[in-house]
């Protein structure tokens, strides 16, 4: 299975979706009219009515599942724009797929200072419970593992599922799903926090090698900071760790990229466990 992370325009998803998936857990006909009249978006529109034609009075339950799918992952992972006519599908960005244990492993390199990378049956553990219970301050781990931050209106795992992992607990402001955001402000967040995050990954993999320096560390931080456009093509970090090794400073750096992209166009970030093959999109 893989993880999708594609860049999403905040204000539209603060002020259309959210609002349209809280109003459609009790009340779908409702929030579909109200929808409706926002869109300028021709395929959204057509979904819509579709299920308004079939729709009974209730949640949820009241609507048919295809087109609802299709609509929820059409607004949630598109990049909209407001238009002529109303908010509309604007020009995709290039996003990230890889595979969903690859990205969370990486991820978890970055944010977690006490993840064992070095250790794989270690390493394996800490992720297998993490998808099942993610942290709620590890940063783009979390939202990877497809935990909720800020805490939503409506459980999150019957709006949209695909492994069929969730929880919802109101009194703990606490929600996790297969797919999940982040606001723009965290993402902005993320990136000013990432060259001491990186910068300490370095220096836990100098400890771990008990070498006075990397000759390379200059290189890879530049790499992955988007100053340098390739990574140095032989490293000492992170060798003799394994075959996937060799391609984690490469990953990271595809990760990393992402984040300062969307921080820099002040958009938030969408993710989304699915299957498929491992695949840059």
């Not at 109200?34 to 609507?63: H, N, W």
């Not at 609802?68 to 797929?97: I, M, N």
């Not at 100098?206 to 530049?222: A, F, I």
Request: aromatic share 10%; net charge negative.
């Amino acid at each position: 299975m893989d993880v999708v992370l594609r860049p999403i325009n905040d204000r539209f998803f603060h002020e259309q979706v959210l609002p349209f998936l809280a109003r459609a857990m009790g009340d779908a006909t409702g929030a579909l009219e109200s929808l409706l009249e926002t869109l300028g978006d021709v395929q959204a529109r057509i979904l819509c009515e579709r299920m308004l034609a079939t729709a009974v009075p209730g949640g949820l339950g009241s609507v048919d599942a295809d087109p609802w799918s299709d609509l929820v992952d059409r607004l949630a992972f598109l990049p909209w724009k407001e238009g002529p006519t109303g908010w509309e599908v604007g020009t995709q960005h290039a996003g990230y797929a890889d595979a969903w244990d690859e990205a969370l492993h990486l991820s978890l390199m970055l944010e977690e200072p006490n993840y064992p990378y070095w250790d794989s049956k270690g390493a394996r553990e800490v992720r297998d419970g993490f998808r099942f219970r993610p942290l709620a301050d590890m940063g783009l781990a979390s939202l990877l593992a497809g935990q909720w931050d800020p805490f939503p209106e409506f459980p999150p795992d019957r709006v949209f599922v695909t492994q069929g992992r969730g929880e919802y607990f109101p009194t703990e402001r606490f929600a996790f799903a297969d797919w999940a955001w982040r606001p723009a402000r965290a993402v902005a967040h993320w990136q000013v926090n990432l060259p001491r995050k990186l910068e300490r990954l370095i220096a836990r993999e100098q400890e771990r090698m008990k070498l006075p320096s990397l000759p390379e560390k200059d290189e890879v931080l530049g790499y992955w900071l988007g100053k340098l456009a390739q990574p140095p093509p032989l490293t000492v970090a992170f060798s003799g760790l394994g075959p996937r090794a060799a391609s984690w400073i490469r990953e990271l750096g595809a990760l990393t990229t992402h984040i300062r992209q969307a921080a820099m166009a002040k958009q938030g970030l969408a993710a989304l466990v699915t299957k498929g093959s491992t695949v840059r999109i």
